[in-house]
């Protein structure tokens, strides 16, 4: 029985902003559509930056954006679908640069299995997490939203991703209307689980175990903060 | 999904307009893969049609691919008199926090745009061989259909997909 390699190469980047991750992105995508690259998959943390989609829903942030500014935050305005959210320290973001035709999936199947890699991880931490309703594409835990969804499709690879609220700040949150779902709460899994959590590191660790077992990996490659020089050649 | 077929099958038989068919009742075969494909339309291996309507083609999403989509709820689409490519991006659709270019499957000059769809983005997912038309062309180079599937082709590549 001769059973298919699926490969996917995991970076490692730690503390990245949000322009550099993005032009990253684009590159990589570039790159897996003529097939130069296998899937990757980029785990990361921003420091506190909100961004907005594609449909520039600029109503649901409810401060200016100097006063954004003077909070040491930076607004982006990007093409992935969703509404606005914040990224900060502590908050685990995956963005998964794949090939969705080799698996067959589309954009709905996509999500939905971004979805279970997060309530897999929650899981992990015997906190039990929830797939949105219609329309309230996302993770929670009862009526509270612990990760985020948006991500870009063209031509069948995936850009943008998923963000796992592990223990950022929540009162960056207030100033938005996240994800443009008024009435309901932010929360982490610090506030989630009754115990100490174990290193963050580790927990980043179990969210790409979570999505490389969902997406059917079976090889998988890593490479710890590559120098993004490397691409250029 | 199977009842949807069952349901679009029996409503051909009787005539019957339902949410799901569009308006017209050309000859059309059911897939084994459970989504409308029609004869007389050409399809691109992206999921988009393509359909001749004189000096002008139509083009839009197909049935699986509004199906795997899930619910659409914003459409970006170009200015009439925007020139598309066979296999590039012209627009996208936005589902499930999920934004999908989509692509040409021809190339020439955008002569008419559906305005409905800003409003009623799920004509796309309604009606997506009528109803949710997305651009009509006016096409440069009429070739490239013969390089695109017609029906019976289209079925069987979405079977393929679908195993996986």
Redesign the interface.
Known sequence: MRVLTRSLEVWRLGVLNYLEALKLQEKLVTDRKSGKITDTLLSLQHPPTYTL???QTVHNLLVSESQLKSMGAELHYT????DITYHGPHQAILYPIISL???????????ETLELTMIELASLHGVKAHAGE??E??VWVGERKIGA????????ITSHGVAFNIDPDLSYFEHIVPCGIADKEVTSLKREVDSDLPAEELIHEQLISCFVRLFGYNNVIWKDNPSLCDQQS | MAMRMWASSTANALKLSTAIRPQFSPAFSLSRCFSTVLEGFKYAN?HEWVKHEGPVAAVGITDH?Q?????V??V?LPDAGSVVSQGK?FG?V????????V?SPISGEVVEVNSKLSETPGLINSSPYEDGWMIKVKPSNPSELESLMGSKEYTKFCEE????
């Open positions: 989609g594609k449909r093409q992935r679908g969703g035709r080799d698996i067959g999936f589309g954009a709905r199947k996509y999500v219609s329309g594409t996302g969804i948006g991500v870009r499709i063209s031509s069948g | 992206s691919a199906d795997h989509l899930g619910e709820v914003f970006e991006s996208n936005e589902s499930v926090k999920a934004t999908s270019d692509n997909e679908a195993g996986h």
